[in-house]
Nanobody, 122 residues
């Protein structure tokens, strides 16, 4: 149901914007807790940012605070992750996910995942 896009290769210090879309008939993103995660092979999955109720509340991991911005476009039923000042350690597969947790934190139970989009920074 969730489809990520926007990944690619970028130079250090560059920017990318990731998107996550779903059919509104099956999933209204604005009514859910949404989040971005990433995982590099051999490393644990890392929660990056959450957003709830169209932006009423957001939370960020310390590793991306000030560089990444999570947002939603309810008209397009799309979640975004704007990533600036990218570093080599940002290289990973990036995933969006949804949760029914109204507290919407990085340690919430996320039960619906996209297939991921690869980001490579060099």
């Amino acid at each position: 149901q969730l489809v990520e896009s926007g990944g690619g290769s970028v130079q250090v210090g560059g920017s990318l914007r990731l998107s996550c879309t779903a059919s509104r008939d099956t999933l209204d993103l604005g009514s859910k807790c949404m989040a971005w995660f990433r995982q590099d092979p051999g490393k644990e999955r890392e929660g990056l940012a959450t957003i709830y109720a169209g932006g009423v509340a957001t939370h960020y991991a310390d590793s991306v605070k000030g560089r990444f911005t999570i947002s939603e476009d309810n008209a397009k039923n799309t979640l975004y992750l704007q990533m600036n000042s990218l570093k080599p350690e940002d290289t990973a597969m990036y995933y969006c996910a949804t949760s029914g947790d109204v507290y919407c934190r990085l340690d919430s139970d996320f039960d619906n995942w996209g297939q991921g989009t690869q980001v490579t920074v060099s």
